[in-house]
């Protein structure tokens, strides 16, 4: 079975940080490209940041400058770094693998709230 788990969502004050976890396998990681997505209610689901080819990254113009992702090879684990965090990224993030010609997968999701 394909399995995509997300981690380290919560609850975080403005201008705080989190790390997001995405553990997945073998399988997924090698041939699959990884990357992270996230829907608050009422809007639709956007790109977050994301691996392109190789080791070159893509980010949402929101996010630009303070989130950063990254991977674990060996852990088959790829990272979402949120840095001064606001309000307006409150959402579920959700970590999602894509290949050309096959299916796509999605985590279940991990909620980050971000409040006083």
């Not at 073998?26 to 608050?40: D, E, L």
Request: glycine residues 12%; charged residues 15%.
């Amino acid at each position: 079975q394909v399995q995509l788990v997300e981690s380290g969502g919560g609850l975080v004050q403005p201008g705080g940080s989190l790390r997001l976890s995405c553990a997945t396998s073998r399988s997924i990681f090698s041939i699959y490209a990884m990357g992270w997505y996230r829907q608050a209610p009422g809007k639709q689901r956007e790109l977050v940041a994301g691996f392109t080819t190789g080791s070159n990254t893509v980010y949402g113009d929101s996010v630009k400058g303070r989130f950063t992702i990254s991977r674990d090879n060996a852990k088959y684990t790829v990272y979402l770094r949120m840095n001064n965090l606001k309000p307006e990224d409150t959402a579920v993030y959700y970590c999602h693998a894509e290949a050309a010609g096959r299916r796509g997968y999605w985590g279940q999701g991990t909620q980050v709230t971000v409040s006083s």
